[in-house]
């Protein structure tokens, strides 16, 4: 699979509108999702791993672990599900990403 697969064109107004949006519905945390954690959203949207998305985007799998904490305490979720399921509900992550 793609790792880009279901990824949203970035610009500096979509960027804005998300962040409005994020500090609205989950607080001011959520505002700050890194591209690198959307775009590990969008690996586990996909149901991937840690491993996996560590192998996906070349990088350590601790570091890929890092990332998802810093996802779910930012989305305020308990799991990864959650998380995703949050993602999605905003167009952060499309479903079938």
Do not use: D
Not at 60 to 84: D, F, G, M, P, Y
């Amino acid at each position: 699979m793609n790792g880009t697969a279901g990824l949203m064109e970035r610009t500096p107004e979509k960027e804005t509108s998300y962040r409005i949006i994020w500090q609205q519905e989950f607080g001011l945390n959520a505002a700050y999702l890194t591209p690198k954690e959307i775009e590990i959203l969008h690996q586990m949207a996909q149901g991937y791993l840690n491993k996996q998305i560590a192998g996906n985007l070349n990088i350590c799998e601790q570091t890929a672990k890092n990332h998802v904490s810093s996802i779910l305490k930012k989305l305020e979720a308990t799991n990864r599900t959650q998380a995703v399921v949050r993602a999605m509900r905003f167009g952060i992550v499309s479903q079938g990403a």
